[in-house]
């Protein structure tokens, strides 16, 4: 099953994957701290406001290679660095679920909307699920957060969600200036792209 689930990929898909993994993770890095300093006095994890930037990558990872399920790898490769390098993260055997379970989130919005990051609208929802997703993940798992808090923390990560979605459409547009890349044909009907 993973070997026919991988198998849908081209060799030239998962290098592109793996890098957007690799850069995701490499971007966390500083930025992790830096959103900590901002959202530590609201008692918000850091990741709920700068979490639009790490699910850029994965809503990339669709965009251009205009395949359902290439969010999802793309978190479980970031999982594995995590896990290999112990850097990005220190959720142990949880980081597989709170890395790769985003990544599902975005193949689903994508699937349901018969999408493949060819739009902003589906970035941008696509992002947003993931970033809800992930923060709802990490907050049930590591934090006792109450209401109120729990709310501003959902409604700053839906904004960075979203905003990470836009950034991603942004870059894949430019990309498609340059070459030609998957998941940009849409329908007339509006039912989004035509590739798998």
């Known amino acids: 099953m993973v070997r026919k689930f991988v ?7 998962l290098m592109i994957i793996a890098l ?8 966390k890095i500083p930025l992790q701290p830096l959103a900590q300093m901002i959202t530590g006095p609201l008692f918000v994890p850091g990741g709920a406001m700068a979490g639009g930037i790490y699910m850029m990558f994965p ?3 669709v965009s251009i290679t205009g395949k359902t399920g290439a969010a999802a790898l793309c978190g ?16 142990g055997a949880l980081t597989i679920v709170t890395y790769t379970v985003p990544g599902l989130a975005i ?18 929802f696509g992002s947003m699920a993931a970033n809800l997703t992930g923060t709802l993940l990490v907050g049930a798992a590591f934090f006792s957060i ?31 200036k340059m070459i030609k890349i998957g998941g940009e044909k849409t329908t007339k009907a509006g039912r989004g792209s035509t590739r798998e």
């Open 7 to 13: 198998g849908r990929f081209s060799i030239y898909h």
């Open 20 to 27: 957007l993994a690799a850069l995701g993770i490499a971007v």
């Open 59 to 61: 809503v990339l990872a």
């Open 76 to 91: 479980f490769v970031q999982a594995l660095l995590v896990l290999i390098t112990g850097l990005g993260g220190h959720h």
């Open 107 to 124: 193949d689903l919005v994508m699937l349901l909307s018969h999408h493949r990051g060819c739009c902003r609208i589906c970035c941008f």
């Open 146 to 176: 109450p209401l109120i808090p729990l709310l501003l923390m959902l409604c700053s990560a839906a904004l960075s969600g979203g905003l990470g979605g836009l950034l991603a459409w942004s870059i894949t547009k430019q990309l498609k």
